[in-house]
C-alpha cells in the first residue's frame, strides 16, 4: 500500500509539472531557424559552451578558446575548465555564430539564422580585449543605387545586395589592415577601417580565368541565382597568406590574388592538368610549415567533379587531390618546433563523415578511434564533424579541438596519433548542478539521436538506478539498475528511445526517476518526437 501511494503521489507531482511545462514544449516542437528558442539569458559563466552544435572553432595566439555555435559565442580561458557564454545579452542577440576570425590579437565573429529555406545575415561583431567588450556592425548591404562599379578603367554593371536576405557571412579572412568576408549573395567585400565602410571586390565572372585592372571588360558582377550570373561571385571561403596574397573560394573554383586583391587569377576544375577535385570550396587553410594551401572541394555543376580534398604546394599552379568523395568543412594543423620555424605539421580534415588526420602530407590520413570520455566514458555519438583546432601545451604535449554537431571535444596528446586524455564537452540549455538532473536534446528524436541523461551527485563512488516511465507511469525501460558510478560527480547515461523489447516508443511525453544510493529520488520530463 506504502508503494502504490508513493507512485499516486509521483503521478500526481509530474502531471502537475506537465500542465505547468506544456506551453515550453510545444514552442521547441518544429524550430524553423537557427534559433533554438527565447530563452533570455546574459553573458553567463557555466562548466560547459552552451550548445553542443559547433559551426567553427579557433585557438587565437593567447590561447584562449572560441566556439561559434547554434547559441551563440563560447570562449574558454582557461583550456576548458570553465567558459564564458555569450548569448541574448547587451553584446549579442539570440542568433547562431556562422564563423570566426582573427588577426593581431582581434577577434571577429559573424552571425545569421534561416528561416523559411533562407538565410539571413545578422551582423559582425570584433573585440580588442579578449572579448570583454565587443563592437557591433550591420550585416554589410550594397546601396540600392550602385548598380554599377568601377574596376580600373571599366564601368561594370553591378547587382546590388541591399537585403540581409541570402547575404549571410560564411568566413572572414585578413591581409594587413583589411578585413575581408565572403557572402553568397553579398559576394566579396573589404574593409580597411574595421567595418565602418566595405567595399565591393571585384573577382572573374565565370567565362574568364583571370583579370586586371588593365584589361578591357564587360561583364554583370552578380552572384548566380538560376541562369543568371556567375558563380564564381558566389563566395564562402576566405584564406590571407601574408600582407597581400589572399585566396578566396566561391562556387565557380579558387581566386588567388598577391596585390591585396586587385588582380586575380582563378583556378577550377576544367582550367589546370592537375586541377582542384570540385569548383564549390566550402574551405580553405593554409600550412605554415610546408607553405601548402588546402582547399575544400566540393561537386559544384560539373560532371566530372567530384567532392574531396585538394591541395597545393606551388601557390595553385597544381594540386593533389585526397580523400574523394569525403565533404570537407575545416582544417586545422598540429605544428612541430616554433613559428615561424616550424619543423613538420600534421594536417586535419573535419568532414561528415569523421575527422580525418595525415602525418605526410596527405599519403595516408588516419582517424580516431570511438572517442570517448576518459574520465566519463561518454562517448560522442556523431560522425559530423565541421571544426578542428591544436594548441601547444607549455609541457610539451598538444591540445586538438574538434567541433561536431553533437559537442566538443579535447584530446590532450603526449605522443603518436590520437593518443592523450580525451575530454567532451556536452552542453544543455540548463545549467545542472549536484542534486539536479536534466535532460538533452528535448524533444529528441530515436530516429537520429539519444537523449542524454545528465546528473550528479556527492557521494563518490555511487549506486545508481534510472528507469523511464509513460504518462501513465507504467514502466517502459530500466537503464540503470544499481550501477556503480565513480570517477567524476558529473554522469551521463543515454537512452536511445527504445522500450524493454527493443522497440521505438512512440511519440509522448515520458518521465524517469533517478535513485542515487538512499537519497531521495529526483525526476525530469522526456518528449520523444520522431
Do not use: C
Amino acid at each position: 500500500m506504502k508503494m502504490r501511494a508513493e507512485i499516486n503521489l509521483v503521478k500526481i507531482i509530474l502531471m502537475v509539472l506537465y500542465l505547468f511545462s506544456t506551453v515550453n514544449i510545444s514552442a521547441q516542437l518544429l524550430p524553423e531557424n537557427y534559433k533554438l528558442d527565447s530563452i533570455s539569458l546574459a553573458k553567463s559563466q557555466s562548466s560547459t559552451p552552451l550548445s553542443n552544435s559547433i559551426n567553427d572553432l579557433l585557438v587565437d595566439d593567447n590561447g584562449i578558446i572560441w566556439l561559434a555555435t547554434s547559441r551563440g559565442l563560447s570562449r574558454s580561458t582557461d583550456n576548458g575548465a570553465n567558459w564564458t557564454n555569450y548569448y541574448n545579452n547587451q553584446d549579442f542577440d539570440d542568433n547562431s555564430v556562422v564563423t570566426l576570425g582573427q588577426y593581431e590579437g582581434v577577434i571577429w565573429t559573424a552571425s545569421g539564422y534561416r528561416e523559411d529555406g533562407i538565410d539571413y545575415g545578422a551582423g559582425l561583431r570584433y573585440s580588442t580585449d579578449s572579448g570583454e567588450t565587443w563592437v557591433f556592425i550591420d550585416q554589410p548591404e550594397d546601396d540600392i543605387n550602385s548598380t554599377t562599379i568601377s574596376y580600373g578603367n571599366n564601368v561594370l554593371d553591378h547587382e546590388p545586395v541591399a537585403t540581409n536576405g541570402q547575404n549571410i557571412t560564411w568566413d572572414i579572412g585578413f591581409t594587413k589592415n583589411t578585413v575581408w568576408t565572403a557572402s553568397y549573395g553579398g559576394g566579396v567585400r573589404k574593409s580597411t577601417d574595421n567595418g565602418s565602410t566595405w567595399e565591393k571586390v571585384v573577382l572573374p565572372p565565370d567565362t574568364l580565368d583571370s583579370i586586371k585592372p588593365t584589361d578591357q571588360l564587360s561583364f554583370q558582377l552578380k552572384p548566380r541565382a538560376g541562369s543568371e550570373g556567375s558563380y564564381n561571385h558566389t563566395a564562402f571561403s576566405i584564406i590571407g597568406i601574408d600582407d597581400s596574397t589572399l585566396y578566396i573560394g566561391t562556387a565557380g573554383g579558387i581566386n588567388k590574388s598577391t596585390d591585396n586583391g586587385i588582380s586575380w587569377v582563378k583556378f577550377s576544375h576544367t582550367n589546370q592538368s592537375n586541377p582542384i577535385s570540385g569548383n564549390f570550396i566550402t574551405a580553405l587553410d593554409y600550412d605554415k610549415a610546408t607553405g601548402t594551401v588546402w582547399a575544400s572541394t566540393w561537386k559544384a555543376e560539373g560532371i566530372s567533379e567530384f567532392w574531396g580534398v585538394s591541395a597545393s604546394g606551388n601557390s595553385g599552379e597544381s594540386w593533389n587531390v585526397y580523400l574523394p568523395g569525403e565533404r570537407a568543412h575545416n582544417f586545422g594543423f598540429k605544428y612541430f618546433g616554433s613559428e615561424p620555424d616550424y619543423e613538420n605539421s600534421h594536417i586535419f580534415v573535419a568532414t561528415d563523415n569523421g575527422i580525418f588526420r595525415s602525418g605526410d602530407e596527405g599519403v595516408s590520413w588516419i582517424s580516431p578511434p570511438v572517442i570517448k570520455d576518459t574520465h566519463t566514458n561518454i562517448v560522442l555519438s556523431t560522425s559530423s564533424y565541421n571544426a578542428v583546432d591544436s594548441k601547444q601545451m607549455t609541457d610539451n604535449t598538444t591540445d586538438i579541438w574538434i567541433g561536431s554537431e553533437d559537442g566538443v571535444v579535447k584530446l590532450n596528446e603526449s605522443s603518436g596519433f590520437w593518443n592523450g586524455v580525451w575530454t567532451v564537452y556536452l552542453a544543455s540549455s540548463q545549467q545542472g548542478s549536484i542534486d539536479e538532473t536534466y535532460a538533452f536534446p528535448n524533444p529528441f528524436s530515436p530516429n537520429f539521436e539519444e537523449v542524454k541523461i545528465k546528473y550528479s551527485f556527492h557521494e563518490n563512488p555511487a549506486q545508481v538506478t534510472i528507469r523511464i516511465f509513460d504518462f501513465g507511469m507504467n514502466l517502459v525501460k530500466t537503464l540503470l539498475q544499481n550501477a556503480s558510478r565513480g570517477g567524476s560527480n558529473e554522469q551521463f547515461e543515454f537512452w536511445d528511445g527504445r522500450d524493454e523489447n527493443g522497440n521505438v516508443v512512440p511519440n509522448g511525453v515520458y518521465f524517469y526517476r533517478l535513485d542515487i544510493n538512499d537519497q531521495e529520488p529526483l525526476f525530469g520530463k522526456i518528449m520523444v518526437l520522431k
